[in-house]
């Protein structure tokens, strides 16, 4: 007889606590038990925030497949990541020029998240004018390609300290977050969680469609917004502090749907949210494995390009 689904949440539960685990034993020493300052001010904030990126993303991720029905949403494709990538660019290849010291990572993630926010604002915009999921689609995506192109031209005429300085944030990084910083991600991920639990329902209506939602009382335009709303601020949180990270939205929530075998979102919200956050886990142990840590968003890449394309197939034959 197949588990039930709180079953399989608490054993998915189970393996996120012991990646956690395993993650706190990784880092500079090797595979080894940290001492308490290492503990406190690098392996146990690196965790966390790995745990509650993740989570978010995978979170934003969901909310989107659903309001825009399409597999593939999710807030890198939408244009929130290259929004927050236009601040920190700002930040960085345009202040950095003008002044000869170098900007501060509070500075940076600061600007990213005003980034962000600028592209939630635009993305909300269009979801109140436009009634159709695939031409809000499209125009996230376009809207993605205008910011990449701002991010382009910034590049084209900064210095090479500024260059280096936004291309660190660009590589993605869950270490060096500060208390305040990782107390902000968990905060948005809370306020993300609380409005998707809120409008779980309705998230379930309006995948039937637009007509079947306006036949049973609700309004589509605002359930998009609201799920956008809160999509972006978890997203535009996790940008500002760790950089772009893309797959973990995509592949979280079709990992959890395969997992429990069902859509419904009171269901697979729990899910998706332990799903991501192993995959950040998975991807950080990764990274800290090698002599050199690389990049944290190029370990996801690895973990998330295969599944990608595995669904992506997947459709295609279905």
Not at 140 to 146: A, E, I, K, W
Request: proline share 4%; glycine share 10%; with cysteine.
């Amino acid at each position: 007889m197949l588990k039930s689904w709180k079953t399989k949440t608490i054993l998915l539960l189970i393996a996120t606590i012991a990646l956690a685990v395993f993650d706190l034993c990784t880092g500079g020493g090797g595979l080894s038990l940290p001492s308490g300052i290492v503990f406190d001010r690098i392996r146990l904030p690196r965790m966390l925030t790995a745990v509650f990126c993740g989570a978010s993303l995978s979170l934003s991720g969901l909310l989107m497949q659903g309001i825009f029905r399409n597999p593939l949403a999710d807030p890198h494709i939408m244009g929130v990541s290259s929004g927050a990538g236009v601040g920190a660019a700002v930040a960085t290849l345009v202040s950095g020029t003008a002044l000869p010291l170098t900007i501060s990572s509070l500075t940076v993630a600061g600007s990213a998240f005003l980034g962000a926010i600028l592209s939630a604002l635009l993305i909300t915009a269009a979801a109140s004018r436009f009634r159709d999921s695939a031409t809000l689609l499209v125009f996230g995506v376009m809207l993605g390609f205008v910011f990449s192109a701002l991010i382009s031209i910034l590049e084209y005429s900064a210095s090479a300290e500024s260059l280096k300085t936004y291309y660190s944030w660009s590589a993605g990084s869950f270490s060096g977050s500060r208390t305040t910083e990782v107390v902000f991600l968990g905060i948005c991920l809370l306020a993300g969680l609380v409005i998707s639990s809120l409008l779980s329902r309705r998230l379930d209506i309006i995948l039937f469609g637009d007509e079947y939602a306006l036949l049973v009382g609700e309004k589509p335009s605002a359930i998009r917004i609201a799920a956008l709303g809160a999509g972006c601020l978890m997203t535009g949180a996790v940008t500002a502090f760790c950089g772009p990270l893309g797959f973990v939205g995509i592949v979280g929530p079709h990992l959890s749907r395969a997992y429990l075998g069902t859509s419904v979102h009171r269901r697979i919200i729990p899910c998706t949210v332990l799903a991501g956050a192993a995959l950040s886990l998975v991807a950080d142990i990764i990274s800290q494995v090698f002599p050199t840590p690389v990049p944290v968003g190029s370990t996801i890449a690895m973990i998330g390009i295969p599944i990608v394309l595995y669904i992506l197939i997947s459709h295609r034959n279905a």
